[in-house]
């Protein structure tokens, strides 16, 4: 790609802003770090990577909280979202654990997973089981 | 505190105490070892003799408001039930000095170094510790019958006696504290009351015993680390414990810390107990280490809101979703095979 076509490109998204970050704090300042810095700049380019997971997938997991609000929750208070309003629900036993309950924490849960730890090992065992079902 | 500082201070406290104990006239290569969320971990040197520093970078009574004992025991108490430990046959290192908040050094102790490998990941998949990775699910049995044995009347009297009732009022407490943002966590929860064990006698616990906080050498165990998390309760409770899914390392099918199997397990603690724990009472209890783990990462985030810590608690709040997901799969599991 020549510089007059690059500069043809589209604008550089949020996405790609956090890739170049997360690429200067592994191949570059972690190098000139050391102990707990050196692994702290590791962390925050895991951290990043969150942060792009979430901005893709969240979403998909709104969408998924909108449907369990309309089935399960009274009309939205402002204050709350919806998981919240759902904990409190099931802490109050106002919400019955059933299997419907049950399949959508499962859904949710992959969502939330795939967003926050995609690598954390359960996380292939319980896709393959939930989405089996 | 700088190190030179710290160093200076350690000195100064440790030469009466290891007068006839340790050759040497002062402390050198003060180190800071990474890792420990929670509590600092120091290499030191006492003359030519390896040493190891525990202490806590903040004074215990600026986050008891927020956490509870969820972020454990003070050092001191640490100290005196490892000092316990010390007089059964698990690995334990020997302590040197304990000091308490208002001390220059901060709360702290000075500790033995043991030998061995700490990183699990080492010793979890190098083909030198092959023959310790086949004995230790049976060594851990064995250490945790041990560790259950001692006596609880000997105990710090913040170590006290409690009930499964007062447990799971204190997790709900954290959920409700933590503003109720985790659906899965409160399903677990009410899942885990529902099916709560007959309460049984309860022991001593080492209550953080996990493959992170083994120390392993080429025979197997070589220490069991980190106490800070000790309480009283119910013996399934370490077993299940030390099985959790979030402590294997990804090797989900040994299901004994990522190196053994159930049956190792309960036949090593069964070889000093004289009973055997049921499997079931170890999976129920799995459940419950999951829900532990959702809560210790909703306190770091907290802690870390609270301008205590640096971006790795910011970061482990997020790993909840781990315990959530293990807590939705083991019910899943328990529920329909």
Known sequence: ?133 | MHPNELSQHLTTALAPLLADKIGGSGVSGLERLSGGANNETWRLAWGETPLILRRRPFSAGSVASLEGNILGLSLVDEAAVIQLASQTAVPVPAIYGVFDEHHPIGEAFVMAFIPGESIPQRWLTEASFATARDRLAFQCGEALARIHAIDCGNLPSTIGPTTLARRFEAAQTRLHAFGDISPALQFGLNWLIDHAPEETPHVLLHGDFRTGNLLVNKAGLAGVLDWELTHQGPPGEDLGYLCANVWRFGQLEKPVGGFGHYAELIAGYESIAGWSPDLNTIRYWEIFAALSWGLVCQTMGALWQSGQGDVERAAVARRRSEAELDMLLLIDEWENG
């Open chain 1, 1 to 133: 790609m020549t510089p007059e076509e690059a500069s043809a490109s589209a604008e550089i998204s949020a996405d790609l802003l956090l890739s170049a970050v997360k690429a200067f704090l592994v191949e570059s300042a972690a190098h000139h770090l050391e102990g707990r810095d050196r692994f702290n700049a590791r962390v925050a380019a895991n951290v990043l990577g969150i942060v792009q997971r979430e901005q893709a997938l969240g979403p998909a997991l709104q969408a998924l909280d909108q449907e369990a609000a309309i089935r399960w929750l009274p009309p939205a208070k402002a204050d709350e979202s919806i998981a919240q309003q759902l904990s409190r629900a099931l802490a109050s036993r106002e919400l019955a654990p059933d299997s419907a309950v049950f399949d959508y924490l499962k859904a949710r849960q992959l969502l939330v997973t795939a967003i926050n730890n995609p690598k954390y090992a359960s996380r292939a065992v319980a896709e393959a089981r939930w989405q089996r079902a």
